[in-house]
């Protein structure tokens, strides 16, 4: 029982890596740049839900609360690759890493603030419940992380395979002016996609803030979900989920049978020798380039 | 405008084309050697700290600026020349002789490190050194035995050739020799440019393939550039850490080594220049903040220092992406050019994108 409460209790932090993780590769998928403020972006969209919906903010109905937030952070994603990451269109990728990088601190500085450095809790119905299941304890905020974040995972990967926004996606990050020459409207599919992982940032943030706590620093766990998009092969969605879940269950176990000191260090570990071993994920998608 | 008529091979690898450009350093150094008696020691300690950036930013430029291959992970390369410069010291070995072997030690372990992150490239190799900078935070509290763990290390007295080198007693002995090993570095790198290998670094920062394809050992030439660069930021960190008196696990934390990254941007990637312009910018920022909501009358708003270096970076990258050397040497050539300078000259040319995974 103990280590199956441990693998479950995993799953639901994997699965908010896998949330963010889901941000990092759709954005690469579509742009083929990383954005390195995604964690940021969750942290936001949980700080704008508990604008809206905390008692000393707006107060406003949980589930009213939800499709706003979304919209908000849509609309954010989209702004901001209208403002900043337009501009570096067709520029190389490490300068977009780093412009992201610089978007993230400033990110954090506004909520900063904004709401205060001080943690809050969402007031979300979602926090209240437990669910026993033969002596394994699940709060309902796990099973709606679990829930959510897989009908997430199905949704967008669908959504890549068979719409044809979704094409479009893809061939605007495989080849840029091929994919001008086959009219796609590149530069707008960009803008969807960031719009995309604003609504995909801010139910990673809902979630994760239902589950516990949240700080400005909140957005350092951008860090682990970069575990999980590279475990997971970057580029692909179902390898993001996947990827989310070994660094998610990999941590429970570490903190229980490691000791002090080498668990935290576990997450990590793994992704650097994967990256040594596999550098291109455990869903390879990179080929020898040829000249 | 002068033209350098050149006479023989050597005129494309002196270390100063003519003698004006020799004599505007040689001001440059003589105006920082006399700089003791002009400013304050409040000051002075602040240009320390800009010359010890600066060290660091040097090695970070190093693999950044002149081979292409982005670290985020430069912080645990300072952390490791710190504490390996004061176990050196404790075995009982001269300061001098610790601080430069830390240097070398630093760039044995990063390029051994480098071996397996060169098969990396662009974004992987930035998570994977992003996830070394945090590593060793944790990596440093195990290895409490040589590092003190989360009680770290004061630093120790030091002594060079029977003079203490004192930050509070004497400020000026800790800023000269901050100097000497930004001199130090400096004079190593420049003369690296001039090299056949510094040659193979740009080579290799342009394109790989063609690299490869002219004749240059691209992995050999990464790990030499990720060994040099660890070493130059093994010194960097040694004086960080000497310079602050006090250190532990979480002195070099990641965020150093993003600032680090953002430094050498916002100075100017690839020029020497701009690892300097970049220190000063960021070790006068946080004075320049508190003096602002100081003369604004308003309290300080934590993290006011890293929005505003972000907002910074953000306009460099867009608007001016060679950083405030490249802003110079565009003036430069219009002063120089006029009045036939154009606009057009500088112009990003347009590019586009394709995807690095499916070639």
Same mark, same amino acid.
């Given at each position: 029982?103990?280590?199956?409460?441990?693998?479950? @209790?995993?799953?639901?932090?994997?699965?908010?890596?896998g949330?963010?993780?889901?941000?990092?590769?759709?954005?690469?998928?579509?742009?083929?740049?990383?954005?390195?403020?995604?964690?940021?972006l969750?942290?936001?969209?949980?700080?704008?839900?508990?604008?809206?919906?905390?008692?000393q903010?707006?107060?406003l109905?949980f589930?009213?609360?939800?499709?706003?937030?979304?919209? *908000?952070?849509?609309?954010l994603?989209?702004l901001?690759?209208?403002?900043?990451?337009?501009?570096m269109?067709?520029?190389?990728?490490?300068?977009?890493?780093?412009?992201?990088i610089?978007?993230g601190?400033?990110i954090?500085?506004?909520a900063?603030? *904004?709401?205060?450095?001080?943690?809050?809790?969402l007031?979300?119905?979602l926090?209240?419940?437990?669910v026993r299941?033969?002596?394994?304890?699940? @709060?309902?905020?796990?099973?709606?992380?679990?829930?959510?974040?897989?009908?997430?995972?199905?949704?967008?990967w669908?959504?890549?395979?068979?719409?044809?926004?979704?094409?479009?996606?893809?061939?605007?990050?495989?080849n840029?002016m091929?994919?001008?020459?086959?009219?796609?409207?590149?530069?707008?599919?960009?803008?969807?996609?960031?719009?995309?992982?604003?609504?995909?940032a801010?139910?990673a943030?809902?979630?994760?803030?239902?589950?516990?706590?949240?700080?400005?620093?909140a957005?350092?766990?951008?860090?682990?979900?970069?575990?999980?998009?590279v475990?997971?092969g970057?580029g692909?969605?179902?390898?993001a989920?996947?990827?989310?879940?070994?660094?998610?269950?990999?941590?429970?176990?570490?903190a229980?049978?490691?000791?002090?000191?080498?668990s935290? *260090?576990?997450?990590?570990a793994?992704?650097i020798?994967?990256?040594?071993?596999r550098?291109?994920?455990?869903?390879?998608?990179?080929?020898?380039?040829?000249? | 405008?002068?033209?350098?008529?050149?006479t023989?091979?050597?005129h494309?690898?002196?270390?100063?084309?003519?003698?004006w450009?020799f004599?505007?350093?040689a001001?440059?150094?003589?105006v920082?050697?006399?700089?003791?008696?002009?400013?304050? /020691?409040?000051?002075?300690?602040?240009?320390?700290?800009?010359?010890?950036?600066?060290?660091?930013?040097l090695?970070?430029?190093?693999?950044?600026?002149?081979?292409?291959?982005?670290?985020?992970?430069?912080?645990?390369?300072?952390?490791?020349?710190?504490?390996?410069?004061v176990?050196f010291?404790?075995?009982?070995?001269?300061?001098?002789?610790?601080?430069?072997?830390?240097?070398?030690?630093t760039?044995?372990?990063?390029?051994i490190?480098?071996?397996?992150?060169?098969?990396?490239?662009? #974004?992987?190799?930035?998570?994977?050194?992003?996830?070394?900078?945090?590593?060793?935070?944790?990596?440093?509290?195990?290895?409490?035995?040589?590092?003190?763990?989360?009680?770290g290390?004061?630093?120790p007295?030091?002594?060079?050739?029977g003079?203490?080198?004192?930050?509070?007693?004497?400020?000026?002995?800790?800023?000269?020799?901050?100097?000497?090993?930004?001199?130090?570095?400096?004079?190593?790198?420049?003369?690296?440019?001039?090299?056949?290998?510094?040659?193979?670094?740009?080579?290799?920062?342009?394109?790989?393939?063609?690299?490869?394809?002219?004749? #240059?050992? #691209?992995?050999?030439?990464?790990?030499?550039?990720?060994?040099?660069?660890?070493?130059?930021?093994?010194?960097?960190g040694?004086?960080?850490?000497?310079?602050?008196g006090?250190?532990?696990?979480?002195?070099?934390?990641?965020?150093i080594?993003?600032?680090?990254?953002?430094?050498?941007?916002i100075?100017?990637?690839?020029f020497?220049?701009?690892?300097?312009l970049?220190?000063i910018?960021?070790?006068?920022?946080p004075?320049?903040l508190?003096?602002?909501t100081?003369?604004?009358? /308003?309290?300080?708003?934590?993290?006011?220092?890293?929005?505003?270096?972000?907002?910074?970076?953000?306009?460099?990258?867009?608007?001016?992406p060679?950083?405030?050397?490249?802003?110079?040497?565009?003036m430069?050539?219009?002063?120089?050019?006029?009045?036939?300078?154009?606009r057009?000259?500088?112009?990003?040319?347009?590019?586009?994108?394709?995807?690095?995974r499916?070639?």
């Amino acid at each position: 029982m103990d280590v199956l409460q441990l693998l479950l @209790s995993g799953l639901a932090n994997g699965c908010v890596y896998g949330l963010v993780a889901l941000g990092f590769v759709l954005i690469y998928k579509a742009t083929e740049a990383v954005n390195f403020a995604q964690g940021d972006l969750m942290m936001l969209g949980a700080f704008v839900m508990v604008g809206l919906v905390n008692p000393q903010y707006m107060g406003l109905n949980f589930w009213l609360a939800v499709p706003l937030a979304l919209l *908000i952070m849509g609309a954010l994603g989209y702004l901001l690759d209208i403002a900043i990451l337009r501009f570096m269109f067709g520029q190389s990728q490490t300068a977009v890493v780093i412009l992201t990088i610089a978007l993230g601190f400033v990110i954090r500085f506004v909520a900063g603030v *904004i709401w205060g450095h001080e943690p809050q809790n969402l007031h979300s119905p979602l926090a209240l419940g437990d669910v026993r299941m033969g002596g394994v304890v699940l @709060s309902m905020a796990d099973i709606a992380v679990i829930v959510v974040t897989l009908a997430m995972t199905l949704g967008l990967w669908q959504f890549f395979q068979r719409t044809k926004l979704g094409l479009a996606m893809q061939a605007a990050s495989q080849n840029q002016m091929a994919a001008y020459y086959m009219g796609i409207p590149v530069k707008r599919v960009q803008g969807a996609v960031w719009a995309l992982a604003g609504v995909v940032a801010c139910v990673a943030g809902i979630l994760y803030a239902s589950k516990g706590t949240l700080a400005i620093s909140a957005g350092f766990i951008g860090i682990k979900a970069f575990a999980a998009a590279v475990i997971g092969g970057f580029g692909s969605l179902p390898g993001a989920l996947m990827g989310g879940l070994i660094v998610g269950i990999i941590e429970p176990f570490a903190a229980r049978y490691f000791p002090a000191g080498y668990s935290q *260090i576990a997450p990590y570990a793994l992704l650097i020798l994967v990256l040594v071993f596999r550098p291109h994920g455990l869903f390879a998608q990179v080929r020898v380039k040829k000249v | 405008m002068r033209f350098h008529f050149k006479t023989s091979y050597d005129h494309d690898i002196r270390l100063f084309p003519d003698w004006w450009n020799f004599s505007l350093y040689a001001a440059l150094l003589l105006v920082l050697l006399a700089l003791p008696w002009v400013i304050d /020691s409040f000051y002075l300690g602040e240009m320390t700290n800009v010359l010890i950036w600066a060290v660091a930013g040097l090695g970070l430029m190093l693999l950044t600026g002149q081979t292409g291959q982005v670290s985020l992970g430069h912080s645990a390369f300072m952390a490791m020349g710190a504490y390996s410069c004061v176990n050196f010291m404790e075995l009982g070995l001269p300061f001098l002789a610790a601080f430069l072997l830390a240097g070398v030690f630093t760039g044995i372990i990063g390029g051994i490190i480098a071996i397996p992150a060169l098969r990396l490239h662009g #974004v992987y190799l930035a998570i994977f050194t992003l996830a070394l900078s945090i590593l060793m935070d944790d990596l440093i509290v195990i290895l409490s035995p040589w590092t003190g763990g989360v009680n770290g290390y004061f630093a120790p007295e030091i002594w060079i050739f029977g003079i203490e080198i004192n930050r509070w007693a004497a400020p000026e002995t800790w800023y000269y020799l901050a100097l000497g090993t930004a001199l130090m570095v400096t004079f190593f790198y420049r003369n690296l440019l001039r090299s056949p290998l510094g040659r193979s670094f740009a080579a290799v920062r342009d394109s790989e393939i063609s690299a490869q394809a002219m004749g #240059v050992d #691209v992995a050999r030439t990464k790990t030499l550039a990720f060994g040099l660069s660890c070493a130059f930021a093994g010194l960097g960190g040694a004086l960080m850490g000497l310079f602050a008196g006090a250190f532990n696990n979480e002195t070099f934390n990641f965020l150093i080594s993003i600032q680090l990254l953002m430094a050498i941007i916002i100075g100017g990637l690839g020029f020497i220049h701009g690892a300097f312009l970049g220190a000063i910018v960021i070790a006068f920022l946080p004075q320049f903040l508190s003096i602002v909501t100081d003369q604004l009358g /308003s309290t300080s708003i934590p993290g006011l220092e890293t929005g505003v270096f972000g907002m910074i970076l953000i306009a460099f990258i867009l608007f001016e992406p060679m950083g405030l050397y490249g802003r110079w040497l565009k003036m430069r050539t219009w002063l120089q050019l006029f009045p036939f300078a154009r606009r057009d000259m500088f112009r990003r040319q347009k590019s586009y994108l394709k995807t690095e995974r499916l070639r």
